[in-house]
């Protein structure tokens, strides 16, 4: 498994302590602009709708005993099942989970996805633990979660420290339990062989130069005309920064620098993304690919350059290094990589923040679509995947940006958390996804 634990030093969007969450700032800050959504009704659309919390016993390879912690939550399945990713982490919590679970929930709005958002955890250390007990703790997870998850409940699927090899246990072990029927659309994120849908790795990754495309096309980062010759810089070389590098590297752009865990490369004419590629399969690390220089990980976020992709944790853009960006666009590969109060900063300054809603949600498309493949018993080819997915996203940055328009157009005389956030793409992505909601809340009738 790659290296995919979140640096602690990063708050993920749940809350601290009584502040409220990243989640619900973000919320908030939406709901000042819908009109007549009734009190009850935004509570819902806020709350999540369950947490499911279990605890059980692993036999360790040593022939010790220890007992995990695991949590699912379905944050609103108006739309449809629970869609979401399931992560191994030691330091995960359940306030986390539910963040992540709301933002999925928006998530599939905005793309028109007909499910709604759902996030899972095991806390636990998948770096300290053998491939016997990871598959352990994954196959008694999905016992203990029971009915809880299912094709048509809640649908998992990776996150991180998780991969397709965890998937592919997540629907073994779901499909004995439930013998005799077609159990693929259980999960996604599966193996090729076990019905994973073609393009999947690559979504994340390539749904971000899609939705970048779109938006630049709509000329709202005013210094930026068009991705021929930009310059970017990506935080994360793994499945979303990787792939987001070779795809804008191939649309004309030059990729300025790129980091992992343990640092950048740095070359102002641009890298060769894939002699990076090649150095870190040799080395385990992009420092000290040839031809390159070496950059520390808080300095790529402040480097000079066009476009910033933070493509590997929650929460790094802060309000202590927002002023400091020097990019003018800032593409949320990540979930959760610019805090709020940066958000208003960057907004203050100009610099334009294209948010994770839309720019990494080609993966949970791409999940969406192996769904359909899995319950329809087809294989689609990559190029009807691809197609698909960039018309999907595409889409959704036109809507985004029409309500954009129009919110700023008729500025809202609402709640005070309103007046002092200026109305970003985030801001109206999350109006479009949230009066979608409340919509179908409302069409299917308060239940009884
Ligand atoms: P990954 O584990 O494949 O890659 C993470 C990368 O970040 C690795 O290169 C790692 O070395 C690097 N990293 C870790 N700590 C770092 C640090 N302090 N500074 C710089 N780099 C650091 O994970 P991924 O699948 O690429 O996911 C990255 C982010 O995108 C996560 O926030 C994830 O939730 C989000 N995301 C992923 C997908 C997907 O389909 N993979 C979809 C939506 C959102």
Redesign the pocket.
């Known amino acids: 498994m ?6 602690p030093e ?1 708050p993920a969007p749940g809350p601290v302590a009584d502040e409220p969450s990243m989640a619900q700032v973000q919320f908030r800050r939406a709901k000042a602009h819908i009109k007549g959504l009734k009190r009850g009704l935004i509570e819902f659309l806020e709350l999540p709708n369950r947490t499911v919390k279990v605890c059980f016993p692993i036999e360790m390879e040593d022939g010790s005993v220890q007992t995990f912690r695991g949590f699912r939550t379905l944050h609103n399945h108006v739309l449809g099942p629970g869609k979401g ?1 399931i992560r191994y982490h030691p330091d995960v919590t359940e306030d986390e989970v539910v963040g992540l679970a709301t933002l999925m929930t928006w998530k599939c709005a905005l793309l028109d996805i007909p499910f709604g958002g759902a996030k899972g955890a095991v806390i636990c250390d998948p770096k300290a633990l053998g491939e016997t007990e990871l598959r352990r703790i994954t196959r008694r997870f999905v016992h203990e979660l029971g009915a809880n998850i299912g094709p048509y409940t809640d649908i998992p699927a ?4 998780t991969d397709e090899q965890t998937m592919a246990w997540i629907f073994d072990t779901y499909n004995a339990m439930h013998p005799g029927a077609n159990n693929r659309p259980v999960v996604t994120g599966k193996p090729l062989e076990l019905g994973g849908s073609k393009g999947r790795l690559e ?2 990754g390539e749904g971000c130069l899609y939705a970048t495309e779109r938006l630049i096309e709509f000329g709202l980062v005013p210094e930026l005309t068009s991705l021929t010759g930009a310059r970017i810089a990506i ?8 792939v987001a590098a070779r795809r804008f590297m191939e649309a004309g752009a030059r990729i300025v620098a790129v ?4 640092g ?1 490369a740095h070359a102002a004419d641009g890298l060769d993304v894939n002699a990076v590629l090649g150095h870190r399969r040799a080395h385990g690390t992009v420092v000290g690919t040839p031809g390159t220089g070496t950059l520390a ?1 808080p300095d ?1 976020l402040t480097l000079d350059c066009d476009i910033l992709i933070p ?4 929460g ?1 853009v802060t309000a202590a290094n927002a002023a400091d960006i020097k990019a003018r666009l800032v593409v949320e ?5 610019v805090l709020p109060e940066a958000e208003t900063i960057l907004a203050e300054r100009g610099v334009v923040v294209l948010p ?1 809603i839309v720019a ?5 498309t791409v999940s969406y679509f192996e769904w359909v493949q899995n319950t329809e018993n087809q294989n689609w080819e990559l190029e009807e995947v691809e197609r698909k997915m960039k018309a999907r996203v595409r889409r959704a940055v036109e809507v985004i940006v029409a309500r954009w328009h129009s919110l700023n157009a008729k500025p809202t005389e609402s709640d005070a958390d309103s007046l002092v956030a200026p109305v970003t793409l985030r801001t109206a992505a999350l109006v479009v996804a949230i009066e979608r909601i409340a919509r179908a809340t409302l069409q299917r009738g308060i239940w009884p």
């Open positions: 790659t290296d995919r634990l979140q640096d990063h990713g990776p996150d991180l420290y979504a994340t935080q994360g070389f793994g499945n979303v920064g990787a980091s992992d865990s343990q950048g990980n790529l493509a590997a944790l929650g790094v590969g990540a979930n959760a990589p994770d990494n949600a080609g993966g949970v």
